[in-house]
């Protein structure tokens, strides 16, 4: 992250970069971890829910249609404003339910395809809501998605600058070298991760940019979209209630077709009722994204309630179809596996890339701050140390609460959130407290609670890794083994770090 001023760079480009690349990583990768960490996460949220929904762990989903799910939807919120069926795919081989009520609480039920029985509710919110929305609101609102775009900006021109001020950072992509001095190896493996990665972390930070300039650039619309107005408005239909009772809803089979023959046979798999039993109900359906790389969250149409008249659609243009390929290529919605362990292995080189380049700034720093009896490297270690692997340890706390807690006790879902901040905290605490040593430490936490997690899923389901990849479960035999994975890698570090530390040095010079 550091490199001497050059003869050859008269005009000082790379030294005023490399002063940018040195204080804006360090001071914005702490939140770029947390935004990486949970966005590779969030490539397998829905297969996180299946671990965490054992109730919801199906081989494969039986064909349904929507009209079997109505009469449920109308027994689960009869005073419902609108109901949303959700039918099963791939990846969730469960109906989903959920019901907008006019007095109450939202309803969210699973339904088994195969018994069209609602299933308890599962006291979590899995990856999909806690995951997935941490990654680019840390669990907070408005301001915390402006934090994530600004940190995105920032990354964007961090990988420009690290190119440039590593003027031979692509043939030291070839040169890892574990050697005696920690600053080279963590330097390498800087270089390596950044490389590697590199057309992956550009295109994953612009889009994140773009894909929410709306929520904290509002007046960027209005350029964006000034020539294309119809998708600036994006195209929603809206009606009010008549308040009156109003005829028998219509077939949503007959509704998925007529949607269907609208979008070359793309067949909806999402239906949203809005005022049932009124005399204006009418259906929204929205377009699948599975077969494209595009995200058509937006793309829907409407018909009437009663009669399935076609009522309105949202106007796909050249804008539209533009800003949810970004959307899509930053989402990866798209059914393709090869493509979202891709992205996975992509994200976790990001990971890696933050963590050493804070790992770095503190190993070249450290003799000529503890001389001078400074002690700013050694609090941003310890936030380093807390930022890292403890949000690893959090993460697995999370899955081991989800594990332990009681089902059915009040709010289940909102205690393991509770727990992973807490465990977050006290990993940060630790950090402080423990110094150097707490990256050796910390690797054996990780360790155990990876491999605590797969035993505590074998004995409180029954499907052990061996009996989920029997059945075919490869939802939850695939986090099983990311899980084994991850305890073998963090044992494997921190009995590195014992043997060059002799237990007695520093932890923090074998990081390496």
């Not at 043939?171 to 390498?188: C, E, G, N, S």
């Not at 204006?280 to 008249?309: C, H, K, L, M």
């Not at 990256?439 to 491999?451: D, L, T």
């Amino acid at each position: 992250m550091s490199a001497p001023a050059n003869p050859d760079d008269p005009g000082g480009l790379r030294l005023a970069l490399n002063w940018f690349h040195t204080w804006f990583g360090l001071f914005v990768g702490g939140l770029l971890f947390v935004i990486f960490w949970t966005g590779t996460l969030a490539v397998f949220d829905r297969e996180i829910d299946r671990w965490m929904m054992p109730a919801t762990r199906l081989v494969e989903a039986p064909a349904i249609t929507p009209d079997a799910l109505v009469p449920i939807a109308r027994e689960l919120a009869p005073d419902a404003r609108s109901w949303t069926i959700i039918l099963p795919d791939e990846r969730t081989p469960v109906a989903q339910i959920l019901a907008e009520r006019v007095n109450g609480p939202p309803v969210s039920r699973y339904i088994d395809p195969a018994t069209l029985r609602a299933l308890p509710d599962q006291g979590t919110y899995g990856g999909t809501r806690f995951f997935y929305p941490y990654h680019y609101r840390l669990n907070s609102g408005t301001l915390a998605m402006v934090l994530c775009a600004l940190a995105a900006v920032v990354m964007v021109a961090l990988c420009i600058s690290g190119v440039i001020i590593h003027r031979r950072i692509f043939m030291d992509f070839f040169t890892l070298r574990i050697v005696r001095k920690p600053q080279r190896t963590t330097l390498d493996l800087h270089n390596i991760s950044g490389v590697l990665a590199l057309p992956f972390h550009l295109m994953i930070a612009f889009t994140g940019v773009a894909i929410f300039t709306y929520t904290y650039l509002p007046s960027a619309q209005m350029v964006v979209f000034a020539s294309d107005p119809a998708a600036a408005s994006g195209g929603w239909f809206n009606r009010a209630a008549a308040n009156a009772a109003g005829g028998p809803l219509v077939s949503l089979d007959a509704v998925r077709d007529m949607a269907a023959e609208r979008w070359g046979g793309d067949r909806p798999e999402v239906f949203r009722v809005i005022h049932p039993g009124d005399a204006n109900a009418y259906v929204e359906v929205q377009r699948p994204s599975g077969r494209t790389i595009s995200y058509r969250s937006g793309t829907r149409a409407w018909f009437d309630g009663a009669s399935g008249e076609f009522l309105a659609a949202t106007p796909y243009t050249g804008t539209t179809a533009a800003y949810e390929f970004l959307f899509g290529i930053h989402a990866v919605q798209f059914d393709h596996w090869a493509l979202r362990w891709l992205y996975f292995l992509s994200g976790l080189a990001g990971c890696a890339l933050i963590a050493t380049g804070l790992l770095f700034w503190v190993q070249s720093r450290r003799k000529r701050h503890e001389k001078l009896g400074l002690r700013g490297v050694r609090l941003t270690e310890a936030a380093a140390v807390g930022i890292t692997t403890g949000l690893l340890i959090a993460t697995l706390a999370f899955l081991i609460a989800n594990r332990l807690l009681p089902a059915g006790i009040e709010d289940r879902a909102a205690a393991e959130v509770r727990i992973f901040h807490a465990a977050w905290i006290a990993a940060v605490f630790h950090a402080f407290l423990r110094g150097r040593a707490a990256w050796g430490e910390q690797a054996w936490a990780i360790a155990a609670g990876s491999a605590g997690a797969v035993l505590l899923n074998a004995v409180t389901t029954g499907h052990a890794l061996p009996v989920a990849a029997a059945r075919g479960l490869w939802h939850t035999a695939g986090v099983d083994l990311v899980l084994l994975a991850a305890a073998v890698i963090a044992a494997c570090a921190a009995i590195r770090l014992g043997r060059v530390t002799g237990g007695r040095k520093p932890v923090l010079q074998a990081a390496g």
